[in-house]
């Protein structure tokens, strides 16, 4: 175990042991939301960073993640069995995107950014007109299971250490190489022997599940969803893209910083400007774009990556 | 059994036949040099063998199994690599990760794909560049990390696509001595250059193409003594 391991396990043992302390629901719900929106950013970064594919339509994994809670939970079979959503939620939202990116990715350009809009697009409408299944726009109410945040906490913490644990270690195996590969150069992968087709599919894959169990998560802590909340596309689709575009896309941490300034800088707003939080976070986010393109996480690994060459060229230099 | 077979291979990009009615074979073991003026179809030929193209009609064979219309990663695995004449570094990685991204071809392993990607930049003697980002990397380095990769993935038959267009005469050298040391650890090569002196220097044998046929085959000095090939160079003298 090196230092940085030990660094992070020790950040998550205080993190898990933070509602020991403080039993604050409001501070406890934000950093809920937090961590839900960690896991959505690392689930986008995944497929949009470091593969990229980029996805306008994530919502769709979310809101099928979210309804496949929702119809277990309405069709009345005990409250237990939205837990056992999390996973079906997860495996749902894969199958769908199997689906979609089984026809897409044998294309390339941007096929399917777009056809992923439009499927995000079309399930929002099946799920307000199928109304037997889905309740319509009148949405679908939970009376969730547990009344301390507590436990809420620790199992969306868990979740998204888990994502990154996964993400982080999938990333230094075969398959973040020729997820990398896949995004520099799709010919120069195909011919050093990169099924670019198959491997696009498998970022897509975990990318979905994840996706899918934040959504199921959702609608288990929150109790209530409609179509327009959970496939909407400024809210969940382009959120995921810029949470994790401000933090830095292809970073590990890029997501977790993403999703840190998203919660505290809408929070920010509702509770003291009372509106106006999209506008500043688009603005916020214009800034990024214009003067750190790489997001925060990404600009600085590249100057202390600068700096250290420049530190070896002039050892060099002066051997 | 040759190595490589092409029987008339044709490719016909709608109303340009780009190739047309190709036939050769590389032996194993040899260097065969595949030249002709510009846009006479040589880097189409590549990427027909390679499987970036289907051909329109005709076969290819590689060590005696067909190969025409399989993609390309699928011909990698087979042990047929190739480089880029406008070369394709994966930008954002440094030289050991491109190299280790096409060592995986052979291995699940990252360690022994680090092994792997280590032997191939030190064949390609860029040793030095190693923890470079690709995409700063000086043009002949980058061809010379073209031929790293390619290796990486321990091909039989490597295809290499003008690599020496664009060095200085001290890199020109130095990637002779590296293509010759390819060769010696066993490799066959196909290779497209238009550096005369080069291609005459390495090649055992020459396959001469233009308008996407063959014109003149044989050892180097008779092809470069042909009529029709110096006409194809020079132009027809109209005297």
């Known amino acids: 175990m090196n230092r940085k391991t030990i660094l992070v396990s020790a950040g998550l043992l205080l993190l898990a042991a933070f509602p020991l302390a403080v039993q604050n629901p409001y501070v406890l719900h934000l950093l809920i939301m937090t961590f839900l929106w960690v896991l959505l950013g690392q689930a986008w970064n995944l497929l949009g960073g470091f593969t990229g594919q980029i996805s306008y339509g994530h919502a769709a994994f979310f809101g099928v993640g979210a309804y496949t809670t929702g119809i277990l939970v309405k069709s009345g079979l005990s409250p237990a069995t939205a837990w056992s959503g999390l996973l079906l939620g997860g495996l749902m939202a894969a199958l769908i995107a199997s689906v979609i990116g089984w026809i897409c990715f044998r294309l390339r350009g941007p096929y399917f950014s777009l056809s992923v809009l439009a499927l995000a697009e079309v399930l929002r409408l099946v799920a307000v007109n199928w109304k037997q299944l889905t309740n319509g726009a009148e949405g679908i109410l939970y009376i969730p299971a547990f009344r301390s945040k507590a436990y809420y906490y620790w199992i969306i913490l868990a979740i998204a250490a888990l994502a990154f644990v996964v993400i982080r270690a999938v990333m230094r195996s075969k398959f973040g190489f020729y997820f990398l590969s896949i995004r520099e150069d799709q010919d120069a992968a195909e011919s050093l022997g990169v099924n670019t087709t198959r491997y696009k599919l498998y970022s897509l894959l975990i990318s979905a599940f994840f996706t899918g169990v934040a959504g199921s998560f959702y609608m288990n802590y929150l109790g209530f969803i409609d179509p327009g909340i959970v496939f909407s596309i400024s809210d969940i689709s382009i959120m995921m893209i810029l949470v994790t575009m401000l933090g830095g896309a292809a970073t590990l941490a890029g997501p977790i910083v993403g999703a840190v300034l998203y919660i505290l800088v809408s929070e920010f707003f509702r509770v003291w400007v009372k509106s106006g939080h999209l506008i500043f976070f688009g603005i916020l986010i214009i800034f990024i774009i214009i003067f750190f393109p790489s997001g925060i996480v990404g600009t600085i690994s590249q100057s202390r990556a600068g700096r250290k060459l420049r530190a070896s060229a002039e050892r060099k230099a002066a051997a | 059994m ?141 061809k010379r990390l073209e031929m790293a990769r390619a290796l990486a993935t321990r091909p039989e038959l490597l295809l290499l696509d003008e690599n020496f267009a664009g060095l200085n005469p001290a890199e020109v050298e130095k990637t002779i001595e590296i293509v010759k040391k390819i060769h010696g650890s066993g490799v066959t090569i196909l290779i497209i250059e238009h550096n005369m002196r080069v291609i005459m220097s390495i090649s055992h044998r020459l396959v001469c193409i233009n308008y996407g046929e063959k014109i003149a085959e044989g050892e180097p000095r008779d092809v470069a003594d042909n009529q029709q090939v110096i006409d194809a160079y020079l132009g027809v003298a109209h005297a």
């Open chain 2, 2 to 142: 040759s190595l490589l077979e092409l029987d008339n291979v044709s490719k016909r990009f709608g109303g340009l036949m780009a190739v047309g009615k190709m036939t050769f074979k590389v032996e194993k073991g040899e260097i065969l040099g595949l030249i002709g003026p510009n846009g006479a179809g040589k880097t189409t030929i590549f990427n027909l063998v390679n499987g970036y193209y289907p051909p329109t009609t005709g076969t290819i064979t590689f060590k005696g199994g067909r190969i025409d219309g399989l993609k390309p990663h699928v011909v990698c695995h087979k042990g047929l690599a190739r480089t880029f004449q406008v070369v394709k570094p994966l930008a954002r990685l440094t030289v050991l990760e491109n190299v280790m991204a096409s060592a995986f071809c052979r291995t699940d392993r990252r360690e022994e794909a680090r092994e792997i990607a280590l032997e191939a930049t030190a064949f390609a003697e860029m040793e030095e560049w190693r923890d470079r980002l690709a995409g700063g990397l000086p043009l002949g380095m980058r």
